[in-house]
């Protein structure tokens, strides 16, 4: 067992997910201090095999969210591993899954079956769709969630093409979700002593995620306007093309426009003085208001924009490539990167992007080998197994 260290030091947590949202939201856990079981199936977690690695099953996105783990591999198919997982489950504070719930039943392992065992465990579904609704049993990936909740969409209106994000956001948003939610029903357990099921689900996640600019008028009844934030989707909305590059810069409050146009266009104070001087006459026709600037910007060099945006306290930044992150200095500086000697050779992890002055965290260590622990884990349960309700 690694040694403990963060604000969930002394927490267990049975992870039986698999690919990012789960996995995402467990290793956090264990950056924070928990320890983390992860429970794989003989074949292992399929993220395993996604990209090339140092070694089979270790490539670069498995060993980022699998990262202060301990893997065992347990055929729930079988009695032997039934009876093991119903073991573990005994020693547990959190037990978090993430497959569909027709599916988690079958194998016993049910929010009731779970709590049956342990009353006290706050038990974390992550599922595609809630279970409250008609599409429950809908399998859902990233790319489909994209879609589903208007992300393409709106990626069409501010580029013309209907794209996904780059990123693989719903899983890592849903993850980040399920950790709070797991995180406040812990906390409800510290206070009274009662365990719960949490159901945390992908399309609601990022459904919620998305209206929290872009529902705007439609939240109103009768409906105000569509559903949509007028500046994320205006065409104009992009890094400013330079003499030499790209800026990207948001000229955005009443104050920094003034300095902006005082010190690059000062005709404009007289020469739109009654279209765009304030907040809310900007708002209202913001894709103009990108373009004149945009217009503005090819006139210097990259440099001299951002000198001078610094000097109006503007927000400007160059364009990083995720490459570059790796020698920020404001990254570096801040302790954002962990370097780990490994078995597969030393490893740059993007570690704890939070600090707690009494109980930081830190990345937990390197990630588990298909199964490495199923002895050592299985080995401490009857020195764990503690009768449920001490």
């Not at 719960?196 to 600019?213: K, R, W």
């Not at 939240?219 to 065409?235: E, S």
Request: negative net charge; charged residues 20%; proline residues 7%.
């Amino acid at each position: 067992m690694t040694e403990s260290h963060g604000p969930l030091q002394g927490i267990r947590v049975i992870d039986v997910t698999a690919v990012v949202m789960g996995p995402y939201c467990t290793q956090i856990m264990a950056d924070m201090g928990a320890d983390v079981i992860k429970v794989e199936p003989p074949e292992g977690d399929i993220t395993r095999y996604v990209a090339q690695g140092p070694a089979p099953g270790m490539n670069g996105v498995f060993v980022n969210v699998n990262r202060g783990k301990r893997s065992i591999v347990l055929d729930l198919r079988s009695p032997e591993g039934v009876s093991a997982l119903r073991a573990l489950v005994e020693t547990a504070d959190v037990f978090i899954h993430s497959m569909r719930a027709k599916a988690i039943a079958r194998l016993g392992f049910d929010y009731e079956s779970v709590a049956a065992i342990n009353p006290r465990i706050i038990y974390t579904n992550c599922y595609g769709y809630s279970r409250r609704g008609p599409d429950a049993d809908r399998p859902a990936y990233d790319d489909t969630i994209q879609a589903e909740c208007g992300l393409p969409a709106v990626q069409k209106q501010l580029t013309g093409d209907a794209t996904y994000v780059a990123t693989i956001m719903a899983d890592k948003v849903t993850g980040l979700t399920a950790l709070y939610a797991t995180m406040m029903a812990l906390f409800h357990r510290e206070r009274t002593g009662e365990g719960q099921e949490v159901e945390v689900s992908m399309f609601e996640t990022m459904a919620s995620f998305m209206l929290v600019e872009h529902a705007n008028g439609a939240m109103f009844d009768p409906p105000l306007g569509p559903a949509v934030y007028p500046r994320t989707v205006a065409p104009n909305r992009r890094p400013y093309e330079t003499k030499d590059g790209y800026v990207a810069a948001l000229i955005y409050n009443d104050k920094h426009w003034k300095a902006f146009i005082e010190a690059v266009q000062p005709a404009w104070i007289t020469e739109h003085s009654d279209s765009f001087n304030t907040l809310e006459m900007r708002a209202k026709q913001i894709d103009t208001v990108y373009g004149l600037v945009a217009q503005t910007m090819r006139e210097r060099t990259t440099d001299e924009w951002l000198t001078l945006f610094a000097e109006l306290e503007i927000p400007a930044t160059p364009i990083n490539t995720l490459d570059s992150l790796f020698d920020s200095p404001q990254l570096n500086a801040s302790g954002l990167f962990e370097t780990l000697d490994t078995p597969h050779g030393r490893v740059r992890f993007p570690g704890v992007p939070t600090w707690f002055s009494r109980t930081p965290g830190r990345v937990a260590g390197y990630a588990p080998e298909l199964g490495a622990d199923t002895d050592a884990v299985l080995g401490e349960l009857d020195g764990l197994r503690q009768p449920v309700g001490e």
